[in-house]
């Protein structure tokens, strides 16, 4: 049976709302009982319905990727350029030429490689053995053997091999935040729910690849492999097409035009030289080449991942690793950033931030499992050691808790139920020694936490023969249980309704709420029983817990904002927590909260409309995660989608930035990102978008600086060829300018530092051109004067008797002069020189000026490379000549900066001052 065939059945066999059915009705459909399936049946039905294994997909070789690597229209530039060297017999420069293009397939090739392993890491996440029923008998056996139908054993620490319908349970508590960023372990039980109920509300369901971490319980088997929730993700991991980032875009847009453009001015200037020039052929065939070769900015391709992978490097320093080079300058124009909350947005750790006794409210300050932190009412820091009944409340949450915190290193590390998690630090923030207390009054027994019931209580003894119960759970279920409660170190008659208002007030922040309950108990009480905490027990008090925001969280959403980029949050968690955390770090939620089964009713349009007006959206599936991200990048929004589990691998997929958290994040959420973020904080995207503007910003100056380069080239062959001159400068010499001195001078605009101001400026249009109009003229204007300073002198210098070699090696020292007086224009493309005030923080620029000045001394004067580029020495007042024309190219274009800055010429556009 084939992969698709069995898949087919899969699909077939598993399309019912099982969560909704009850537990006969769904043994009933499945042909299974109690007992689970005959080792016959078993086998029948995995020759049926196939493996519990995720499909791979169909791959490309990596023949065919290292091939794809030279679809690009620059690239055939650049062949091209290295066919015209080769066929001039240039062999050393067309091995340079044709050794770039290698490099740059090498590196493509590399990263591509790295992302197939996204789908590779989500087949590996299912477990390996699992305990099934089969033929009335537990058996262990591998996963894979798993078929529909099986009845299946879970525990704590186990990994769910499939998605199971819960047929019994026993205090079962699942972490899905992998699939549905839900930061709570989700309670488990039998009991059917309504249809259409998002993921992360089907109680009745435990789901492949998500981690029992307490409890036990079976179910039997109602989808494997790729039906499973899990293989549904990876299906659609497959099928999302990554986007080609904007530079990419733009480049190939700018290589189409360009490669135009100069097959048309090469062959226009030929026939212009045979028709009207009355040339010969195989001279205008010359002069064709040389104005190709002049033309095409061979160096550019290498200079921009140059540029990129220095990008990568600063932003590693910032704890952002890079995948994939192009995600650097996409980084630059991010407009939208969704973000999950869970471990994103949040520390992912449990933390109480509200304590309530009878007659006061205190605040918890801290987060997470750190110990630090104090307490405050109405903002004033009181201390609570001392206070009995603060201290009995604290104590009583510490001892009715089966957790433990322990210090490794500088971490604290919670083993256990997270909530408990959050007692203990608040015990300790207290004073309270955990050891000690514990020792103090040992735990006779325990009535364990079940869904059922709602509540966990503890029996425990001092070691002066006094007994007690503590017990804690829902709110509404332990109030229940209490006739009277704690006030002022004495118990009274209880006030329900008082309670019930601060349990309403403290729940709209999007905290959970817990209370704990007491009553003694005789030296003799050993054993407890659920009648001994029916009834007649005194409320001590409530603890208000949420999963709060990481401390730079709101400065890192402000900064943003002042950026102009927006900032959406998408969870699967609840809508009261959602919004509450949106609230806290400044997210603003005017819009409302929409839920995901609202998307799932909403069509296209409807849905564009949310994602434009809405910035928080909960209770979401990796479906509506990946509908948001398409909507939002249709309107023509720039998107970065954060997140850490398995849920966010297809839209971070399919976003312009997927962005990964390293600490916490799955490895399928890391394969599926462009970058991966190292200590997991969201201020960490702040820092990366910054340094993408950076770079975005400095590809836009090596462009500007690249191209007058070429189009003086080109210009000086096009004026001799009109004035029937012979040409300044040779094809060997023009690769000399544009692979040697062109590059290396450009290079160093790689390394400028962020311009003053550029997180205050607005994304810029996705849509804007690589090369704006002020870019255009700029490129216009320099190469202008290039060509009437070169062709000038040069006729200046023919008209003078000099001989045609020293003419034309006079000519290209003139044109790598006017380069490093340009270099220093472009470091700020629209401030001038004074008061971009940078003049020396790239100390990069003066080494290559003198590298280049170092080369073209050896150039003129080098016996070898006399022969080889047909140059000759000059004397000094040539070179005076030569400074005395191109130093004023500096002044020229500071001026026209300021010129240009009163017309306004440039504008107030979305790039602000490049």
Request: charged fraction near 20%; glycine fraction near 8%; include cysteine.
């Amino acid at each position: 049976m084939s992969d698709r065939q069995s898949n087919k059945d899969k699909q077939t066999a598993t399309k019912r709302n099982w969560y909704a059915l009850e537990t006969d009705e769904t043994l009933q459909s499945l042909g299974t009982d109690s007992d689970g399936l005959s080792q016959q049946e078993a086998a029948s039905r995995l020759e049926k319905y196939g493996a519990n294994r995720l499909t791979p997909p169909h791959k490309r070789g990596p023949l065919f990727r290292l091939i794809m690597q030279f679809h690009n229209v620059l690239i055939y530039v650049l062949l091209a350029a290295g066919v015209i060297t080769a066929l001039l017999e240039h062999w050393i420069d067309s091995g340079v030429i044709f050794g770039v293009v290698v490099v740059n397939a090498l590196i493509g090739f590399i990263q591509e490689g790295k992302a197939e392993k996204a789908l590779e890491a989500i087949r590996n996440i299912l477990t390996q053995y699992a305990m099934v029923l089969r033929d009335g008998k537990r058996r262990e056996i591998p996963a894979e053997e798993i078929t529909i139908g099986d009845i299946v054993f879970l525990q704590s620490g186990d990994k769910v091999p499939a998605d199971i319908r819960l047929l019994k349970t026993r205090e079962l508590r699942i972490d899905e935040a992998p699939l549905t960023g839900e930061s709570m372990p989700v309670d488990k039980n039998p009991q059917p729910v309504a249809e259409g109920v998002t993921i992360g509300d089907r109680i009745s369901m435990a789901h492949a690849g998500t981690l029992v971490t307490s409890g036990r319980g079976h179910g039997v088997a109602v989808a494997i492999g790729d039906a499973t929730e899990l293989g549904q993700i990876s299906q659609m991991l497959a099928k999302v097409k990554p986007l080609t980032t904007k530079l990419l875009q733009q480049i190939d847009h700018f290589g189409k035009k360009l490669t135009v453009i100069i097959l048309v001015m090469a062959s226009s200037m030929a026939v212009y030289g045979i028709v009207v020039g009355d040339q010969s052929i195989s001279d205008m065939f010359l002069a064709a080449v040389g104005l190709a070769v002049a033309a095409i900015p061979e160096g550019l391709p290498a200079i921009i991942t140059i540029t990129l992978a220095i990008g990568v490097q600063r932003m590693a320093k910032r704890n952002a690793i890079i995948r994939l080079l192009p995600a650097v300058e996409s980084l630059g124009s991010v407009t939208v950033i969704c973000s999950d909350k869970t471990g994103t947005l949040t520390k992912n750790e449990m933390t109480v931030q509200t304590m309530v006794t009878k007659g006061q409210l205190f605040a918890v300050s801290g987060s997470g499992y750190d110990p630090h932190g104090s307490f405050s009412v109405d903002g004033k820091e009181v201390e609570v050691e001392g206070q009995d009944d603060i201290m009995e409340i604290i104590k009583g949450a510490m001892l009715c808790n089966d957790a433990s915190l322990e210090k490794e290193g500088d971490n604290w590390v919670m083993q256990g139920d997270p909530t408990e998690g959050a007692l203990l630090t608040l015990a300790l923030k207290a004073g309270l020694d955990l050891d000690r207390t514990i020792n103090h009054y040992p735990r006779t027994d325990l009535i364990p936490f079940e869904s059922e019931h709602r509540f966990m209580a503890t029996l425990h003894h001092d070691h002066e023969g006094h007994g007690f119960i503590y017990v804690k759970g829902a709110p509404e279920r332990i109030l229940q249980m209490c006739n009277r409660e704690r006030r002022g170190g004495e118990d009274a008659a209880i006030h329900y309704q008082s309670w019930q208002e601060i349990i309403g007030k403290t729940a709209d922040k999007g905290q959970r709420m817990l209370a704990i309950a007491f009553r003694p108990a005789e030296d003799s009480h050993r054993e407890l029983k659920f009648e001994d905490v029916d009834g007649g027990l005194t409320l001590l008090g409530l603890f208000g817990i949420i999963d709060p925001p990481r401390q730079d969280s709101a400065e890192s959403v402000q900064l943003c904002r002042s950026a102009g980029i927006k900032v959406k949050m998408i969870t699967g968690d609840h809508a009261a927590t959602a919004q509450a955390i949106a609230r806290q770090i400044g997210i603003d939620d005017s819009g409302g909260v929409i839920s995901g089964e609202e998307i799932e009713k909403m069509d296209e349009d409807s849905l564009r409309g949310a994602a434009k007006d809405t910035n928080v959206f909960a209770r979401v599936s990796p479906e509506h995660k990946l509908r948001l991200v398409e909507v939002m990048q249709e309107t023509g929004e720039v998107v970065a989608m954060t997140g850490d589990g398995v849920n966010d691998a297809p839209a971070l997929k399919r976003a312009d930035v997927g962005v990964a958290m390293g600490i916490k994040g799955t490895e399928v959420s890391k394969e599926a990102a462009e970058m991966v973020l190292t200590d997991d904080n969201f201020a960490s995207i702040v820092h990366a978008v910054k340094e993408g503007r950076t770079v975005y910003d400095n590809i836009r100056k090596a462009i500007t600086f690249i191209l007058p380069t070429n189009g003086g080239e080109a210009g000086i062959i096009i004026a001799a060829v009109l004035s029937g001159r012979l040409l300044p400068i040779i094809p060997v010499q023009i690769l000399w300018i544009n692979m040697i001195t062109a590059v290396t001078l450009a290079l160093t605009l790689a390394f400028e530092p962020a311009e003053h101001g550029i997180m205050d400026r607005p994304p810029r249009n996705p849509e804007e051109p690589l090369l704006s109009n002020f870019l255009i003229w700029r490129v216009f204007f320099v190469s202008l004067l290039l060509v009437i300073g070169t062709f000038g002198l040069f006729l200046w210098e023919r008209s003078n008797g000099v001989a045609i070699d020293q003419a034309r090696t006079i000519a290209v020292n003139t044109l790598v002069m006017f380069e490093v007086f340009y270099l220093f224009n472009t470091r700020s493309l629209k401030t001038p020189i004074w008061r971009a005030g940078n003049f020396f923080s790239n100390r990069s620029v003066f080494i290559a000026v003198f590298t280049v000045i170092a080369a073209q001394l050896l150039f003129t004067y080098l016996p070898f490379m006399q022969t080889l580029f047909h140059s000759t020495a000059i004397s000094t007042w040539d070179w005076l000549r030569i400074l005395l024309v191109t130093a004023p190219l500096l002044v020229i274009v500071e001026v026209e900066k300021i010129f240009l800055e009163k017309l306004n010429f440039s504008g107030k556009n979305r790039t602000g001052s490049a």
